[in-house]
């Protein structure tokens, strides 16, 4: 769990509600709070009382609708010599509406440029700062409401940085910048109502996850309500250790269980034949599997050559910034490349004796595979969140189905 006495972290919408919990969550373990609202008055008392706690804290204020307010609040931090390691977007609006047909333009513009266009603005101002250092935490809040057409231009702005989140997850893939999500569930807040089941003040451990995460795996999202009844360190003790939640429906068939590889150096191990290999290295295969498995390969130092798939989507250019071909244009001979299978089982075996067909060497047959969440390397840290992969051909045994 990542230390986070000392750090510097923003908190947006820190006046009231869940921002508020937050910040004095953050505070709780040392680490230091920029608190922004609309107005520094707002976060006046916040600031007071989490100085008390024996944390440094500094207000600042921008209309999140005003890009150029954002720009004077970029500013001032940088003007007190301030460093953010952390930021939490969290300021949102909502705009319930009963006859949500004859909702405004100007009421779309508004809850996108707040709830979407300012929090992009913020992750592409500190997310290159961050790389330079190498380190940084980025966590966008959001929301799975559903069913709820009042509430309809809310749940599309939250959709949409649902999507915005994960596609920078892959911009900052394999470095020690994670950018996650966090769903904070119904609270009684300013937005949540007093309808709601939960008071604020439980969310203060889940959403926490996302900062102390050291996992080096971005996109996911922390999803708060089950650890509304926990600390911060049974929160991610249990979120290190529960299977995934969420998993497409394309792997959903082939899921299965994998406990025999363990541990970052048993899979070295077993697949030193592939690492050292002078060879060219190739993954066949496309889309999230291939994706999957380069992370995989770079998280252990192992670089990738090409992706090879049997048709090249028009305008497709790379995978995770490694040049995709099609089987009749990559540029090595089959003799130079060692190919890796990147598929689901039931399409393995077919690429497999296509590819042999052809010429190549496939060292072996990988598929993607859903496990628990406890492959770890020698520091405790896991090395991977949903997906793990293996070749199903190496010892010589089949798959266990789950």
């Known amino acids: 769990m990542l230390e986070l006495k000392g750090r510097w ?44 706690k024996n944390v440094m804290a500094l207000s600042v204020e921008a209309d999140l609708e005003d890009m150029r307010q954002i720009d004077r609040m970029f500013a001032e931090i940088e003007e007190k010599g301030i460093r953010i390691d952390i930021v939490y977007n969290i300021a949102a609006v909502i705009n319930n509406v009963l006859d949500f047909f004859s909702i405004s333009e100007t009421d779309y513009t508004k809850m996108f440029q707040i709830n979407v266009v300012a929090v992009a603005k913020i ?40 999507k915005l989140t994960s596609e920078m997850a892959y911009a900052v893939n394999g470095t020690n910048v994670m950018i996650n999500m966090a769903e904070p569930g119904w ?11 939960n ?13 102390v995460a050291n996992d080096g795996i971005s996109g996911r999202i922390f999803c708060v ?5 926990c600390s911060l360190e049974e929160a991610y003790k249990r979120e290190s250790r529960k299977p995934a939640a969420y998993m497409p429906d394309f792997l959903q068939e082939n899921a299965c269980i994998l406990p025999k590889v363990t541990s970052i150096s048993d899979f070295k191990h077993k697949y030193q ?27 252990l130092q192992c670089d990738i050559d090409a992706v090879m798939c049997t048709c090249r989507p028009e305008g497709v250019q790379s995978i995770r910034n490694i040049p995709l071909y099609s ?61 793990q992969y293996r070749a199903d051909t190496f010892t010589g045994k089949g798959m266990d189905e789950s």
């Open 225 to 229: 309500p089950p650890y509304y009844e």
């Open 123 to 162: 992750c592409n101002y500190y997310i290159p700062r961050m790389l330079e250092r190498n380190f940084g935490r980025i966590i966008n809040v959001v929301s799975f409401i559903n069913n709820e057409p009042k509430a309809m231009v809310y749940g599309a702005s939250k959709a949409a940085l649902i």
């Open 9 to 52: 972290a923003l908190v947006t919408g820190a006046s009231r509600g869940i921002g508020q919990q937050t910040a004095l969550a953050l505070a709780e373990y040392g680490c230091n709070l920029v608190l922004h609202s609309r107005k520094k008055i707002h976060t006046e008392k916040l600031e007071l009382q989490l100085k008390q």
């Open 273 to 299: 034949e592939f690492m050292q290999s002078s060879k060219k290295k190739i993954v066949f295969g496309g889309g999230n599997q291939a994706k999957f498995f380069i992370d995989i390969f770079r998280y």
């Open 187 to 197: 609270l009684r807040t300013g937005m949540g109502t007093e309808n709601a089941p």
């Open 199 to 211: 008071p604020v003040e439980k969310c203060r451990a889940g959403m926490l996850l996302g900062a």
């Open 327 to 387: 089987l009749d244009e990559l540029p090595y001979s089959q003799e130079e490349c060692v190919v890796v299978i990147a598929l689901t089982e039931k399409y393995v075996s077919g690429a497999r004796n296509q590819l042999s067909d052809m010429g190549y060497r496939v060292l072996e047959s990988y598929s993607v595979l859903y496990t628990e969440r406890n492959w770890c390397s020698e520091d405790g840290e896991r090395i991977s969140d949903i997906y």
